[in-house]
């Protein structure tokens, strides 16, 4: 068995469960801007498509096609719209609410924490994250696993995002780990486990819904206790 010295795992649904707590936020919002009464049917609906409108918005802003700016109020601007809501305040708000209320929701991915505790004597940790500086610290904070990790790259430090090689590169600079001997952990086959290859790395593939595909990965697990077999 390989030994390896530095493992890095991405945060959102692979550690933050992030459907859950985004979930929630919308739940929050729906009542307090009473929507039902402006016609959006309910939670779910609302939920369902803001997440379509999100997913596209964001690999638009992996890819540099929009701004940071652009993607918080644009994706209730659209889902909004969706629903016959033509309201650019409140799609400010709700942007700006949304990402206050986001990193105070606490639910993690089932293991975290009994994986966390038993890498965490072994390796030093680190995370390689895609989301926004000022929130990622903040729900690592909130769920108590802040402890856990040596550092924390985001793509706002290191200027670039995953699976761009270049945040890669900042966060074996920053670390001093050798893409050799890291691994990286990560619930998105592009982002997380094709970039870390072509960075040099292992890699376990956290495949929770077990898509089908066909890019060979080190490893690949269904759950995140899992990992305790390999390292
Ligand atoms: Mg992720």
Do not use: C
Not at 171 to 176: I, L, R, S, V, Y
């Amino acid at each position: 068995m390989k030994q390896y010295s530095h493992i890095f795992f991405d945060l959102d649904k692979t550690l933050w469960d992030f459907e859950a707590n985004s979930r929630a936020v919308m739940e929050d919002l729906y009542m307090r801007y009473a929507l039902k009464k402006r016609g959006v049917p309910g939670v779910t609906e609302f939920f369902a498509v803001y997440s379509t409108i999100n997913d596209r918005l964001w690999e638009q802003y992996r890819k540099g096609a929009i701004r940071k700016q652009a993607l918080k109020v644009k994706r209730f601007e659209l889902a909004l719209r969706h629903f016959s809501i033509f309201d650019v305040a409140l799609a400010n708000l709700f942007g700006r609410e949304y990402l206050e209320l986001l990193p105070e929701k606490t639910v993690l991915m089932p293991g975290t924490h009994a994986l966390l505790s038993y890498l965490k004597p072994k390796y030093p940790l680190h995370i390689i994250t895609n989301g926004f500086e000022e929130v990622q610290e903040k729900k690592m904070r909130n769920t108590l696993i802040l402890d856990y990790f040596t550092a924390i790259i985001t793509s706002e430090a290191a200027g670039a995002r995953k699976p761009n090689a270049a945040i890669f590169r900042y966060a074996f600079e920053k670390t001093g780990a050798m893409p050799a001997n890291s691994l990286m952990i990560g619930d998105d086959l592009e982002v997380d486990v094709i970039g870390a290859k072509e960075s040099g790395m292992d890699q376990i593939y956290f495949n929770p819904g077990r898509l089908v595909h066909t890019v060979p990965v080190t490893w690949e697990v269904a759950g995140l206790l899992a990992v305790k077999e390999i390292l």
